[in-house]
């Protein structure tokens, strides 16, 4: 056993990262630390880190996946990650580690932290994580159906929590089961925060509905952690090279192509493009143009990705995207960039980068080619300073004081996109967006940001493209749809 | 020594499924470090799979709700044993076979027809969705794997005239079936890596599921069934190597030497495209399979049929 335990004490640890408000970049660096494996499944992990501030409506799916570990367990919590300080209206923080007693808590990016933990856990100086919830004793079956659990027959209702599938036609006109599922906030294939309610049919969606969005619950949560597209909001109110800007938005394109690569099984390549990210400096203009070049050709990941998850003009200007422009729009042939009439890129010979086929390939050619142009541009800008004030292009699309930011547009398109996709197309759609939770629930503060100017992007109203709604989220089952009892 | 006596027959399979699945976790996790540009440490290479396995047999198992307790324990067990089935067939050094039968090839696709029931069962018995649906998975696509796995075996049984794969081994003397049939062994190795549903293949296993068939499964009960997978992968290297690559033959070296080496060589290259080519899209596999593959692979039979005429 000694043995056995020593070894073990070695092996990679395997970690699965919850991610609070700010914590987004800090969880994802767990991907680059040597000694460390992200792993998919809660069921496969020894320590859950939670990294960021928890809301209150992260706090019941927090405990759920914590439960699901199955021990040695050991909790951690990096609470400054990005800048957040503990203290920050972190109510469902403080309610975990109410919960939990022995969350150990460390500076964000600790490894040797963590790595001690895990030692102690393995060698028994560290006594197991407890659970942090009670099992449930349901109420008994109640409603119509001769089995009294509400639905219809030997379908539907909600017998011990767990909802049966219902009938429902799918696209063939056949009447086929349909199971409700609520999938998020923590699933690891999709944007940390997402929740979505589906009916499975076979692993088909129907009906897709977005869920409350966990960042913003209680009016007591201020979403204020800083966003991946920090740097882009701050040029409301303060000077920026344009080169910092680019460089910006090329190490955001890079890190999303890392996060698409790991979803499509590619998780050594990721590993790569993510270190890229991490160390970016113009000097990398060549590397980034040759992955550029080498991603638009590769045979395996058109395959995974064209015809995937279209979204066309009509779907953008329902949803208010093709205001916004952003890859997502430019992808579909919407030629719209915030830098083609910024004076400070007059000089650059900027023009937009464009797809036409509006799919999970051209999404992937577009952020590939975007960030190869973006660390040519700052090559060019040398010390050319922006003022501030002006709409911005971000990442996802123009900033524009007092005007909604584009994941919320962005997570308005799902519904009527995901509807009818097989579930692996869906997971590959969803990925394609590069949907941020956080930046949509900043959103609903939009109004009490400071606006240096005034004037939209356009001229635009904000109608049109505020999907979430605020209030106490419902909790649900975490990535995993079960809970030992 | 009688290799089909019960005792040396399991050491010999037992010993090399476990070897080769050793092999396979150290080479997969080089592959993974030189595509990903880390540092190829060899200590911690070699040292990983055996802490991996330490690690995941000090984990707790842990159960769902309502599971099928029995079909979860048997799911790896009939891998294995499938795995372990196939490589018996096959002649490991002149005269070292624990059943070159006369229907050696046909023995092998019967065993990995049996991978889909273990797959599906893993799926199923956990009683919960994500492997649920990867079992289906794989239901779907057993077959799309089979059809071309069993005609490029047959093209490879016409010249032997033999259904053994000593036979066959013996028919590749001065000329390897990979020269000869150029069409099998690429046939064979992605009908191979979608039965251990490897790499791109990996689909009911894959990430957009979080983890497929095996995402509830924890501790002893996951490296079982890593375990069964890697001895599926290394089953279907084996046979690779012994009908394509000329088995045990080769000049200077010893033929069980020889027979480890072309095994090797085989998961290398299916480890190196686990890590390059994304995971393909269920539907568009079906579709490939049937208009491609296996139209291929008939192109293959009618060839070596016509060739031995």
């Not at chain 1, 960021?52 to 199955?70: S, W």
């Not at chain 1, 398109?413 to 995901?418: A, E, I, R, Y």
């Not at chain 2, 399979?13 to 080089?30: F, I, P």
């Amino acid at each position: 056993m000694g043995l056995l335990s020593a070894a073990a004490g070695r092996a990679e640890v395997p970690v699965f990262p919850v991610v609070g408000v700010g914590g987004r970049q800090a969880a994802e660096a767990l991907w680059l630390m040597p000694g460390i494996r992200v792993v998919d499944s809660p069921r496969a992990a020894v320590l859950l880190v939670v990294v960021g501030r928890l809301t209150r409506a992260l706090l019941h799916p927090t405990m759920l996946v914590h439960d699901q570990l199955p021990g040695p367990r050991a909790t951690l919590w990096w609470p400054g990650a990005g800048g957040a300080t503990p203290d920050d209206g972190a109510q469902g923080t403080e309610d975990l580690l109410a919960a939990l007693p022995d969350v150990v808590t460390t500076v964000p990016g600790d490894t040797a932290g963590l790595l001690a933990v895990f030692a102690d856990l393995l060698s028994g100086r560290r006594p197991s994580g407890r659970p942090a919830l009670v099992d449930v004793e349901y109420p008994r079956w109640r409603g119509v159906g001769p089995h009294g659990h509400g639905g219809e027959g030997m379908m539907g209702g909600v017998p011990f929590g767990r909802p049966l599938a219902e009938m429902a036609d799918d696209p063939d006109g056949l009447m086929l089961d349909q199971l409700p599922l609520r999938v998020g906030p923590f699933f690891p294939a999709w944007p940390p925060g997402l929740i979505l309610d589906v009916g499975l049919q076979g692993d088909v969606l129907r009906g897709v509905a977005v869920g409350d969005n966990p960042y913003r619950s209680w009016p007591g949560d201020e979403p204020v952690g800083p966003l991946d597209t920090a740097l882009f909001l701050a040029t409301r109110t303060m000077a920026t090279t344009v080169a910092a800007l680019e460089v910006a938005r090329a190490r955001h394109h890079l890190r999303w192509l890392s996060r698409t690569l790991r979803g499509h099984g590619l998780a050594a390549r990721a590993q790569r493009v993510g270190a890229l990210a991490q160390s970016l400096s113009v000097d990398d203009r060549p590397v980034v143009e040759a992955l550029a070049r080498r991603l638009g050709r590769d045979a395996g990941l058109a395959a995974a990705t064209s015809g995937v998850g279209i979204v066309d003009r009509a779907a953008l200007e329902r949803v208010g995207i093709d205001r916004y422009g952003g890859p997502v729009a430019r992808a579909a042939g919407l030629g719209i960039d915030a830098r083609t009439h910024d004076p400070a890129y007059a000089d650059l010979g900027f023009a937009p980068v464009i797809h036409h086929e509006g799919d999970a390939r051209a999404r992937l050619r577009q952020r590939a080619a975007e960030a190869a142009q973006a660390l040519s541009l700052a090559e060019r800008a040398g010390e050319i300073v922006r003022p501030p004030g002006r709409p911005v292009e971000g990442p996802r699309g123009v900033l524009a004081p007092r005007e909604p930011l584009p994941s919320s547009a962005l997570l308005a398109l799902l519904p009527d996109l995901l509807d009818g996709l097989e579930w692996g197309d869906a997971v590959t759609t969803v990925a394609s967006l590069d949907l941020d939770l956080e930046e949509a629930a900043l959103d609903q503060s939009v109004a009490t940001w400071p606006a240096r100017t005034s004037g939209g992007p356009t001229g635009a109203s904000t109608t049109g493209a505020a999907p979430t709604s605020t209030g106490p989220a419902p909790t649900g089952p975490a990535p995993t749809s079960r809970v030992t009892p | 020594m009688n290799w089909s006596a019960p005792l040396p027959g399991v050491v010999l399979v037992g010993t090399v499924l476990v070897a080769g699945a050793y092999v396979a976790s150290v080479l997969d996790a080089g592959a993974a470090r030189l595509v990903a540009g880390r540092p190829l440490r060899v200590g911690e290479l070699v040292a990983g799979p055996w802490r991996e396995a330490a690690l995941l047999a000090r984990i707790r198992r842990s159960t769902t709700e309502r599971p099928d307790a029995q079909t979860w324990a048997l799911a790896p067990a009939l891998l294995a044993a499938m795995a372990g089935v196939a490589v018996a067939t096959v002649p490991l050094a002149p005269g070292v076979a624990v059943a070159d039968v006369d229907d050696g090839i046909v023995l092998f696709g019967a065993a990995m027809a049996v991978v889909m029931v273990g797959a599906f069962l893993h799926g199923w018995s956990s009683n919960s969705v994500f492997p649920l649906v990867g079992g289906y998975r794989f239901v779907a696509l057993a077959l799309s794997y089979e059809m071309p796995l069993a005609l490029v075996l047959i093209a490879a049984a016409l010249p032997a005239q033999s259904l053994s794969v000593g036979a066959i081994v013996e028919s590749q003397q001065g000329l390897w079936n990979v020269v000869r049939q150029p069409l099998g062994l690429p046939l064979f190795l992605v009908a191979g890596m979608g039965l251990a549903f490897w790499g791109p293949l990996g689909m009911s296993d894959g990430a957009d599921l979080a983890g497929g068939t095996g995402v509830e499964a924890s501790g002893p009960d996951r490296l079982a069934w890593a375990l069964a997978r890697h001895f599926v992968l290394v089953a279907v290297a084996v046979m690779g190597a012994a009908v394509f690559l000329g088995g045990w033959q080769g000049p200077g070296l010893p033929g069980a030497l020889w027979m480890a080496i072309k095994t090797l060589v085989l998961l290398a290259v299916v480890v190196g495209v686990g890590h390059r080519v994304a995971r393909i899209r269920l539907e568009r596999f079906v579709v490939v399979a049937w208009a491609v593959l296996i139209p291929l692979a008939l192109v293959d039979v009618f060839a070596s049929g016509a060739l031995a005429l």
